[in-house]
Every structure is written in C-alpha cells, then in structure tokens.
C-alpha cells in the first residue's frame, strides 16, 4: 500500500513541479538569452544597467523567502499557493514585452522577484511534508533537473525565437521571447491547481486509508508527528506552539535562525551559491568562444544537460547509501577544475570542456536543501523558516555575481572566475563543519540525550 501510496504521489507531484520549475528558471534567467538579441540596443542599456537588471530580480526573491514559507506553512494549500505565485509572475513575464525603457525593465524584473519567492523553498517544504529522510534527496534532485533542463532548453528556445520571429507583428525578438515564455508559464500553472496534492492530512483525492499512511509514514520516520503541535527543541523541553499563527510563525523563524546546524547550512550554500551565480550570466560565458549567436545559444545546451544527469545520479546514490557529505564535495572540486582550465587557456576546446564542468557545482544544490531538510525535521513552522533562510543565503550571490563577469573582462574573466574558486573552497569547508557538527548530534542521541525534540531512542540520527 505504501508503493502504491508513493507512486501515486510521484505520478501527480513530480512531473509538475519539475515543468514548473523549467519555466521558473525560464522567466527568471530569459534576461540572459534576451541580451543576445536587440534587448540591449533597444531600451539603450549600459553594461552596469543590464547587470542591475539580473540582479534587481533576486532582491525582491530574497526579501520574500521567509515571509512566503511561513504564510504556506499556516495556510496549508500548496497546491493553491504555488500555482498561484506562477501565474502571477508569468503575467509579469509576458508584461516584460512592452518595456520601453531601462526604469520599466527593472521594475518588472523586481515585481518577478517578489513573486518568484514563493517558489523554491515552497517545494522544498513541500517535498519533506510528503517524502522520508530516505526518499527526499532523490525527488528533490528530480524537481531541481527543471532548472538545469531549463538552462538547455532556454538557448534552444532562445535560438528560435530570436531567429525566426524578429520583426513579426512589429515586435523585436526579445519581446517574442519573454511574452512566449509568460503564456505557456500561466497556462501551466491554472493546469496544476486541480492535480497538485495539498498536505497529507487534507488532500481530498486520497482515500481515508491514504491519508493515514502518509501521515504515519512521516511520524515513523522521526518518531513524531509532522505538525506544530509536536514537540520542539528550544531547551529540549516539550512546548507546544502558539496558536495564533502570527506568534508561531514568528517562534519557527526564531527557532531556525538560532539552531546552529541552519547557520552552518546557511554559509555552505551561500558560498555553492557564490560559484554557481555564474547561472546569470552563462551565455556570456559561452560567448567568450567567439562564435556567433546562433552558435552561443546551441552550445549553452549541453553543460545543462550534462549537469541535469549528474546531479540526478548522484542524489540517487546518496539516498541510497544515506549519506550526504562525500555527495556535496565532488560537484564543487569538478567547477574548480573548469574555472581553472577557464583562467588558463584561450583555445576553443579545452574552454568548452571547463564549460562543461563550471556547471558541476549544482550537484551540490539540490542535495544541500534535502540535507537541510533531513537536519531539521520538526516542527514544520521551524523547516519552513529554515529553509527559506538558507535560500535567501543561496540566492544574495545572484546580486553581486553579474557585475563580476562584465564585458571587458572577457574572454579569461579572471575576477569572476577567482571569486568563484574562493566560494567553492569556503562551501567545501562548510560542509566539512557541518558534518563535524552532526556527528556530534548522533553521538548525543545514541548516549540518550534529546536533540531538537528527538529522542535518541527512536533510532533517528542525522544523516552524514
């Protein structure tokens, strides 16, 4: 029963939220694609211009992280929430087609912003209301192959586009590209209303039986119960969270930014985070190669697809031998060989294979969240809030990281390339600590002792 339980779920969880995702990243990173055709020359941009346009995106995401998990957290309709923000920021997208002017441009990228927040860390919360410590990094990097299939698909979207519909109905191909996107974006989003579950206790399209299951799955798996009347760990005492959702939102933030192991997790991603900002700007990378645009968009393509296999087998083998650290350390050591390659060599090909391997950092990514998760598991007031903040952590480089790859500094960018080798290094150490530390949180439960409101005694142990 739990098999079929969980295919049912995988069948009406997964596909969608992965198609969200690709469009997620579509609309958020189409900026990039958008340059390679007359965006720039139209609304007269500066190159520091353009940069504050990716970048102003990311402030309006990261000043809504928080806020946006605990409201899904206390309103309890995934299913509504998350569809809903996708609509609202594909309208924003396809409204991108008729700026006429570099204040317009920012605007709507903020607004993006703003509506984008909801997205990550409301599936990331999700998934671990619905999937075990065992089951989570596996679907967390089948949701997170969205955004790298969507760095594919974007230059192969792009190079359509841009090719073939510049100029129709009077509209500029850049103008196609973000109004294209915003629709299908919208659609999508009033499609998964209907089919997406809401939490275990309350999605009506499972049977009582199901219902139960899912909910005894998760307390089996922690020996506690997945609500916010389960104990928390502040003094490892048993408390129970004010009922006013104000006050309880508020307490779970509190908690998640006074654990320890949410501030370790918070500077490790943050510093993955640093060297895979280079997301922003990877057609400008791609066009260091010195070939033309048609050959730029198609040859952004393949570093996507090879990170989307990656991460995906990698996620798998860490559920399956439940462990975590090792699984983190060898993407980021990969993007050190390519930036390294990168800063040495102009020649076309050995620069294509440090393309190639750039990328490989995000085999830490989503791995990273579904560490998070299994590190926090209770109350969900307290995984909501952290994971928003580790977010937040993982999205401040996506501000600063553009300006560092600006066109002048091409083809070796050795600012930006530099700067991604001392994140990478500093992430690797992070998690280093971060094993350290929970280790140390085992060998607590197996003396006896309560740790975050778990008792040693019911066999849960963090996962290394």
């Given at each position: 029963?739990?098999?079929?339980?969980?295919?049912?779920?995988?069948?009406?969880?997964?596909?969608?939220?992965?198609?969200?995702?690709?469009?997620?990243?579509?609309d958020?990173?189409?900026i990039a694609?958008?340059?390679?055709?007359?965006?720039?020359e139209?609304?007269?941009?500066?190159?520091?211009?353009?940069s504050?346009?990716v970048?102003i995106?990311?402030?309006?995401?990261?000043?809504?992280?928080i806020?946006?998990?605990?409201?899904?957290e206390?309103?309890?309709?995934?299913?509504?929430?998350?569809?809903?923000?996708?609509a609202?920021?594909?309208?924003l997208s396809a409204?991108?087609?008729v700026?006429h002017?570099?204040?317009?441009?920012l605007?709507?990228?903020?607004?993006?912003?703003?509506?984008?927040?909801?997205?990550?860390?409301?599936?990331?919360f999700?998934?671990?209301?619905?999937?075990?410590?065992?089951?989570?990094?596996?679907?967390s990097?089948?949701?997170v192959?969205?955004?790298?299939?969507?760095?594919a698909?974007?230059?192969?979207?792009a190079?359509?586009v841009?090719?073939?519909?510049?100029?129709?109905?009077?509209?500029?191909d850049?103008?196609w590209?973000f109004?294209?996107?915003?629709?299908v974006?919208?659609?999508?989003?009033l499609i998964?209303?209907?089919i997406l579950?809401?939490?275990?206790?309350?999605t009506r399209?499972?049977?009582?039986?199901?219902r139960?299951?899912?909910?005894?799955?998760?307390?089996?798996?922690?020996?506690?119960?997945d609500?916010?009347?389960?104990?928390n760990?502040?003094?490892?005492?048993?408390?129970?969270?004010?009922?006013?959702?104000?006050r309880?939102?508020?307490?779970?933030?509190t908690?998640?930014?006074?654990?320890?192991?949410?501030?370790n997790f918070?500077?490790?991603?943050?510093?993955f985070?640093?060297?895979?900002?280079?997301?922003?700007?990877?057609p400008?990378?791609?066009?260091s190669?010195?070939?033309?645009?048609t050959?730029?968009?198609?040859?952004?393509?393949?570093?996507?697809?090879l990170?989307?296999?990656?991460?995906?087998?990698n996620?798998?083998?860490?559920?399956?031998?439940?462990e975590?650290?090792?699984?983190?350390?060898?993407?980021?050591?990969?993007s050190?060989?390519?930036?390294a390659?990168?800063?040495?060599?102009?020649?076309?090909?050995?620069?294509?294979?440090?393309?190639?391997?750039l990328?490989?950092i995000?085999?830490?990514?989503?791995l990273?969240?579904?560490?998070?998760?299994n590190?926090?598991?209770r109350?969900?007031?307290?995984?909501?809030?952290a994971v928003a903040?580790v977010?937040?952590?993982?999205?401040?480089?996506?501000i600063?990281?553009?300006?560092?790859?600006?066109?002048?500094?091409?083809?070796?960018?050795?600012?930006?390339?530099?700067?991604?080798i001392?994140?990478a290094f500093?992430?690797?150490?992070g998690?280093?600590?971060?094993r350290i530390?929970?280790?140390?949180?085992?060998?607590?439960?197996?003396?006896?002792?309560t740790?975050?409101?778990?008792?040693?005694n019911?066999?849960?142990r963090?996962t290394l």
């Amino acid at each position: 029963m739990e098999k079929k339980l969980k295919l049912k779920l995988d069948i009406a969880i997964l596909p969608l939220v992965i198609l969200m995702y690709i469009m997620n990243y579509l609309d958020r990173n189409n900026i990039a694609a958008a340059k390679l055709g007359s965006l720039v020359e139209d609304l007269h941009l500066t190159s520091t211009q353009y940069s504050t346009c990716v970048s102003i995106l990311f402030v309006g995401y990261i000043s809504m992280q928080i806020p946006s998990n605990l409201i899904l957290e206390k309103v309890g309709r995934p299913a509504l929430y998350l569809p809903c923000a996708m609509a609202i920021w594909g309208v924003l997208s396809a409204l991108t087609a008729v700026v006429h002017n570099y204040a317009g441009l920012l605007v709507v990228r903020l607004l993006i912003g703003f509506a984008e927040a909801a997205f990550y860390p409301g599936v990331m919360f999700y998934l671990s209301c619905w999937y075990t410590r065992f089951e989570i990094a596996k679907r967390s990097a089948l949701f997170v192959v969205g955004s790298w299939l969507s760095g594919a698909f974007s230059g192969l979207i792009a190079y359509a586009v841009l090719q073939y519909l510049d100029g129709v109905r009077g509209l500029a191909d850049w103008r196609w590209l973000f109004l294209i996107e915003g629709v299908v974006t919208v659609a999508i989003a009033l499609i998964a209303i209907p089919i997406l579950p809401n939490l275990p206790a309350t999605t009506r399209w499972l049977s009582k039986e199901e219902r139960l299951l899912a909910v005894v799955r998760m307390v089996e798996d922690v020996g506690q119960r997945d609500d916010d009347q389960a104990p928390n760990s502040e003094q490892e005492t048993v408390e129970v969270l004010p009922q006013s959702k104000f006050r309880s939102a508020m307490l779970g933030f509190t908690m998640a930014v006074r654990d320890p192991k949410v501030l370790n997790f918070l500077q490790m991603m943050f510093c993955f985070a640093g060297t895979a900002g280079i997301n922003t700007v990877f057609p400008t990378i791609v066009k260091s190669l010195g070939f033309d645009r048609t050959k730029t968009l198609l040859l952004t393509a393949p570093p996507w697809l090879l990170v989307a296999i990656t991460s995906v087998i990698n996620s798998f083998h860490s559920d399956k031998t439940g462990e975590r650290y090792w699984h983190m350390m060898w993407g980021p050591c990969l993007s050190l060989v390519g930036f390294a390659i990168g800063i040495a060599t102009t020649k076309t090909a050995p620069r294509y294979v440090a393309m190639m391997l750039l990328l490989q950092i995000y085999n830490s990514w989503a791995l990273g969240f579904a560490w998070l998760s299994n590190s926090v598991p209770r109350p969900p007031i307290k995984r909501a809030a952290a994971v928003a903040c580790v977010n937040i952590g993982g999205n401040i480089p996506n501000i600063f990281v553009p300006y560092l790859f600006y066109t002048s500094a091409s083809p070796h960018f050795y600012v930006g390339f530099a700067v991604c080798i001392v994140f990478a290094f500093l992430g690797m150490l992070g998690a280093t600590t971060l094993r350290i530390q929970l280790r140390r949180l085992n060998k607590k439960l197996e003396d006896g002792h309560t740790v975050d409101g778990l008792d040693g005694n019911t066999g849960f142990r963090f996962t290394l």
